[in-house]
């Protein structure tokens, strides 16, 4: 079945640090694929997402880029910020209907 | 003005009781989910419903019922609470399948 698998956590970094974050997917067909961030005490925000190969998302500094050939969707900034900690998550909508694969989020810790 | 709204926002029972959790989206969304997100972040979708019906329940103890009155609203009625189930609840709604989720704020429910 549909599958995403992102690096594990806490990831923690310098302010003005760059930063990734691996994702790779298991799907059949070529679904959207999404990037949702989770601050502390708050729901999930979508942070950027991508509906075909070859398309890059943005948004914040953020940016992935959607990869066939190698299943991936990494996200990455080359400049966090302390208000950038948070918990993020790579997601993938299956075959079922309205189900989100997510990956097991990745906490990322930024330090003054 | 919220896009998706979910009460309350903490709640602390004993085990046994029953409660609910209510969750109302204005963004015109047909189709509504339930998330349950545990300690360690992991999120699991509960159920999922379409234009009222219910297209997901993903093996969840029928101790949980869902309820959808209408497209906008979709709540969360837990009979005989659980240790276990102690963990936040989150809502969600999308235009249709394949579409970006919104997220409610969730509801940390803690069962002592």
């Known amino acids: 079945g549909d599958s995403v698998t992102q690096m594990e956590g806490p990831v923690t970094l310098s302010e003005e640090a760059f930063l990734t974050i691996n994702c790779t997917y298991t799907a059949t067909g070529y679904p959207s694929l999404f990037w949702y961030v989770q601050y502390p005490g708050e729901g999930l925000q979508l942070l950027l997402k991508?509906?075909?190969?070859?398309d890059k998302g943005s948004n914040k500094g953020f940016e992935a880029t959607y990869r066939k050939e190698t299943t991936s969707f990494h996200l990455e900034k080359g400049s966090v910020q302390v208000s950038d900690s948070a918990v993020y998550f790579c997601?993938?909508?299956?075959?079922?209907?309205?189900?989100?694969?997510f990956g097991a989020g990745t906490q990322v810790v930024v330090t003054p | 003005d919220t896009a998706v709204s979910q009460t309350p926002k903490y709640l602390v029972t004993q085990m046994g009781n029953d409660k609910s959790i209510k969750c109302e989206q204005n963004l015109g969304h047909d189709t509504m989910y339930w998330y349950k997100q545990d300690s360690k972040k992991f999120l699991k979708i509960m159920f999922s419903y379409n234009n009222k019906e219910l297209i997901i329940n993903e093996t969840v103890p029928n101790r949980f019922s869902p309820k959808s009155p209408d497209k906008a609203h979709l709540n969360l009625h837990i009979n005989s609470l659980e240790l276990g189930d102690s963990a936040v609840y989150f809502c969600?709604?999308?235009?249709?399948?394949?579409?970006?989720?919104?997220f409610g704020q969730g509801t940390r429910l803690t069962v002592v």
């Open positions: 969600a709604s999308s235009l249709k399948q394949g579409n970006e989720a919104f």
């Open positions: 991508a509906t075909k190969a070859d």
């Open positions: 997601a993938l909508p299956t075959d079922s209907w309205g189900k989100f694969q």
